[in-house]
DNA sequence: CGGAAGTCTGAAACCGATTGCAGAACTCTG
DNA sequence: CAGAGTTCTGCAATCGGTTTCAGACTTCCG
């Protein structure tokens, strides 16, 4: 059995409400009375219950996470840093993970709501109103989407467009591939426009595939379609679908990057692994899931005292193997 | 502000115990009262505080799951396997990364104790009497590691084993090499275990290359010397070395399968996506995850009741693209 | 019809912390 | 030295449920 504050309190010849006291305001004891409550909490290995704490002060000390599919190596890296960002705060991390599934995110969302102080939720897809709803109720951040005034984490996509784009401008290409995730993905319609932005301003034709599962499998289905355009260079909405590209091309006997250049985005693991090597635009995944924690603590602290809920994270053009000077046959 | 048990007992003019009865011990009030209490529930859209009732019956409805490292991709199917099942007994998944750190993984381990009533742990390296120590305090259960007679749920890796090397003898193999993951892991010593055995009774040659770490970049280590001892086929700790493996021995020169075949272990996604698709032993993780919670929550239930605390999953090589006939020059 | 057994319900204690309030002890100040 | 002001501590209420216990009311049976 764990000791209780009580027999702290008796141990050290003082009432609960001192010891309290002196592990959570120490400034409003006596500094010699604290000493011999700390001193007694230690030996009895004293921890305070968090459920009697949580039930007076409304707090559970939790934090909860919401991705859509861990199986997608953009998240765990991004629970990751949640993760280590959280237990510095002392706050545990409640996670959940909704297989992309709209009814299955309603339903976790209504349960974990009730067991968190804040919520992170990464539902690139989910209703609009949903959300709304759910930030009137509950102390929340996005990730990966903006929605409104909303506090939520970002990556600067526009950035990274630019920066994708003036790298195939200066490899000599002029005219560049898109394929894209799913349409109704924030993301997806975010890095688009960017996209659209980007080559205008640098004179270069855009040329859209169309719409894909953002897996490996949707690159490989892309890429008949991009071969056709006749792009010397793409663009995909994620590695994984520039890794199924990757794939597709070379088995339909094209050399990249010397028939064409590929660019994906996000810098999973497995970019680096592949053969080529992948370029793509870097994603600070982890720093994402801290600046989250970061901004939702600060919420919890002060409600409306948070000049800037609306953070954007650099992007950075990480150049691998699969880009290369187009062909100019 | 949420509903409270008060205000559903005023509501339905019966007593909060009634409530409380009625909510959790249905055939205890009468059907007509149980009826009325329901309903004005529904309509005051009450959900019984968690705090208030961890507070006195002991319970959190937290299970702890500890893993290494999320970035590994076996980790993130497991968690998906956990997450999901402990959903179903409505249990929410605290979730802890140690970042193979030893002393993070001590520390996490004190403190989520306490905010759970079962813990899942995947502790490769750990120190056996840290686990019994912590065993003798806390509901666990080992993932993908036995200690002594504690609960646990790992894979049938001789069978695993079995497999891999009946299916190189068929290919006309008679020596194969393998790549060891980390010395002091607990699967890794159960796989060399098993492959002697397996590589023994077949009259097959073993040559072991040594210990390396469980990433890609173990792998790219790993090539050289497995060239060096002239087997004409490998085995590797886990996919990811053998996808490793496959990149340097391509960088050598070596064509895969024709100049030497390779099986890796876990069967990631990534296996299906290299080239050559990576032959391998393919694990269910997420059954696995599954299996663990099954088994936690019947120990909680009744600790000493359960039949069968170690809990031994099947195996299936799955064969793909890295493995072919040997050659005979 | 009386009493035993059974069925429901409510009052109150309790889980383990936090916190408002009041009083004790001490320090200053004029 | 009286009285005001500080500083520190303890009492008791409180959070929102669960559970023990006892009592009210039925039902059943001899």
Same mark, same amino acid.
């Given at each position: 059995?764990?000791?209780?504050?009580?027999?702290?309190?008796?141990?050290?010849?003082?009432?609960?409400?001192?010891? !309290? +006291?002196?592990?959570?305001?120490?400034?409003?004891?006596?500094?010699?009375?604290?000493?011999?409550?700390?001193?007694?909490?230690?030996?009895? =290995?004293?921890?305070? *219950?968090?459920?009697?704490?949580?039930?007076?002060?409304?707090?559970?000390?939790?934090?909860?996470?919401?991705?859509?599919?861990?199986? *997608?190596?953009?998240?765990?890296?991004?629970?990751?840093?949640? /993760?280590?960002?959280?237990?510095?705060?002392?706050? @545990? $991390? &409640?996670?959940?993970?909704?297989?992309?599934?709209?009814?299955?995110?309603?339903? &976790?969302?209504?349960?974990?709501?009730? /067991?968190?102080?804040?919520?992170?939720?990464? !539902?690139?897809?989910? +209703?609009?109103?949903?959300?709304?709803?759910?930030?009137?109720?509950?102390?929340?951040?996005?990730?990966?989407?903006?929605?409104?005034?909303?506090?939520?984490?970002?990556?600067?996509?526009?950035?990274?467009?630019? %920066?994708?784009?003036?790298?195939?401008?200066?490899?000599?290409?002029?005219?560049?591939?898109? $394929?894209?995730?799913?349409?109704?993905?924030? #993301?997806?319609?975010?890095?688009?426009?960017?996209?659209?932005?980007?080559?205008? @301003?640098?004179?270069?034709?855009?040329?859209?595939?169309?719409?894909?599962?953002? /897996?490996?499998?949707?690159?490989?289905?892309?890429?008949?379609?991009?071969?056709?355009?006749?792009?010397? #260079?793409?663009?995909?909405? *994620?590695?994984?679908?520039?890794?199924?590209?990757?794939?597709?091309?070379?088995?339909?006997?094209?050399? $990249?990057?010397?028939?064409?250049?590929?660019?994906?985005?996000?810098?999973? %693991?497995?970019?680096?692994? #592949?053969?080529?090597?992948?370029?793509?635009?870097?994603?600070?995944?982890?720093?994402?899931?801290?600046?989250?924690?970061?901004?939702?603590?600060?919420?919890?602290?002060?409600?409306? =005292?948070?000049? *800037?809920?609306?953070?954007?994270?650099?992007?950075?053009?990480?150049?691998? =193997? !699969?880009?290369?000077?187009?062909?100019?046959?």
């Amino acid at each position: 059995m764990r000791a209780t504050i009580r027999e702290v309190a008796r141990d050290a010849g003082v009432s609960p409400s001192t010891v !309290s +006291r002196a592990l959570s305001m120490p400034d409003l004891v006596n500094p010699v009375t604290r000493e011999r409550v700390l001193r007694a909490a230690q030996r009895l =290995g004293y921890e305070p *219950n968090r459920a009697a704490r949580g039930l007076i002060t409304g707090r559970t000390g939790n934090v909860g996470l919401i991705v859509p599919d861990l199986a *997608n190596p953009f998240f765990p890296s991004l629970v990751k840093g949640v /993760q280590a960002k959280a237990r510095e705060a002392d706050y @545990a $991390v &409640l996670l959940a993970d909704t297989d992309e599934d709209p009814a299955a995110e309603r339903d &976790l969302l209504r349960v974990l709501a009730k /067991q968190v102080d804040g919520l992170i939720l990464c !539902s690139p897809r989910g +209703r609009e109103e949903d959300i709304r709803a759910l930030a009137a109720t509950t102390t929340l951040v996005m990730v990966n989407r903006r929605v409104g005034k909303l506090p939520s984490v970002v990556f600067d996509n526009a950035d990274g467009m630019r %920066q994708a784009v003036a790298h195939l401008q200066a490899l000599g290409h002029r005219r560049v591939g898109w $394929v894209g995730g799913p349409r109704s993905s924030w #993301s997806n319609r975010d890095r688009v426009r960017a996209l659209q932005t980007a080559t205008a @301003a640098a004179g270069m034709e855009l040329l859209v595939a169309g719409n894909f599962p953002p /897996q490996f499998e949707g690159g490989i289905a892309a890429a008949d379609l991009v071969i056709a355009s006749g792009v010397t #260079s793409v663009i995909a909405y *994620n590695d994984l679908m520039a890794l199924g590209l990757l794939d597709r091309l070379r088995n339909r006997g094209m050399d $990249v990057p010397r028939d064409i250049s590929v660019i994906g985005i996000d810098d999973i %693991q497995m970019s680096a692994m #592949s053969s080529p090597t992948l370029t793509t635009v870097s994603l600070t995944k982890e720093q994402a899931g801290r600046a989250a924690v970061d901004l939702l603590l600060a919420l919890l602290e002060q409600p409306d =005292g948070v000049r *800037n809920v609306r953070r954007e994270l650099p992007t950075q053009l990480l150049v691998r =193997g !699969s880009t290369g000077v187009a062909r100019t046959d």
